[in-house]
């Protein structure tokens, strides 16, 4: 089946900071979803991505999908406390099946 | 209403115990899922119901058993547990999943299973 490797595996970063995470994968991937699990918590569902070299963007945060398909990032501007939290990328089959990347905890120090 | 309930939130049970774990959603969702989720790790999937059809089982132990009684309830059966069965559950829907399309999925708070 399908992976995707994410990186880095930890991030600490100062308030205030950027932060990019970063997610590969050596096949085609039909698309790629991107979620927020913060400390405690369940993963939250922020955006998929479908199409080749889209860009999204909500607020802060900035989703690209790779021309080729097989890569994606998530860019979080001038981070804030209430970024905290596992951030993990996902690949979904067409029966649902969804691959996990294995996702990376930032930490925020203020 | 976008919200995935789960019960209990946590539980402690023995080896030889029996016990479910109950998710429930009304959103309209015609697909749940049962993942597991050890700490710092992400979540892996288990069971995929699709419009109360079992579509997707991850060659999971026979000691967890799905069951999926009607579109709005997914419950998991528990026995004879072992200690590395200690985990989170997590239970998601979505919209089904259709030829090449895939959706977001709606994840429940959890149930944090402690086996003992």
């Known amino acids: 089946g399908q992976q995707v490797m994410q990186i880095p595996q930890y991030q600490h970063v100062q308030e205030g900071e950027d932060f990019t995470t970063y997610c590969n994968s050596s096949?085609?991937?039909?698309?790629i979803q991107w979620y927020k699990q913060r400390p405690g918590g369940h993963p939250v569902f922020l955006i998929q991505l479908v199409k080749s070299g889209e860009v999204k963007k909500q607020k802060r945060l900035t989703f690209q999908f790779g021309e080729a398909k097989k890569n994606s990032s998530l860019h979080i501007t001038a981070t804030q406390t209430t970024d905290v939290g596992t951030y993990f990328c996902a690949c979904g089959t067409s029966y649902g099946k969804l691959t996990f990347g294995q996702g990376t905890i930032l930490t925020v120090h203020p | 209403d976008t919200e995935v309930t789960q019960t209990p939130k946590h539980l402690v049970m023995g080896m030889t115990n029996k016990k479910s774990l109950k998710c429930e959603q009304h959103?309209?969702?015609?697909?749940m899922y049962w993942y597991k989720q050890k700490a710092k790790k992400p979540p892996e999937l288990m069971f995929v119901y699709s419009y109360e059809k079992l579509s997707i089982n991850e060659s999971v132990p026979s000691r967890f058993s799905p069951e999926c009684p009607n579109s709005s309830l997914l419950n998991l059966h528990l026995h004879a547990l072992q200690p590395e069965d200690s985990a989170l559950y997590l239970c998601?829907?979505?919209?089904?999943?259709?030829?090449?399309?895939?959706?977001?999925?709606?994840f429940g708070p959890g149930t944090r299973l402690t086996v003992t």
């Open positions: 998601a829907s979505s919209q089904a999943p259709g030829t090449g399309v895939s959706y977001e999925q709606y």
């Open positions: 096949t085609t991937l039909s698309n």
């Open positions: 959103m309209g969702h015609r697909a």
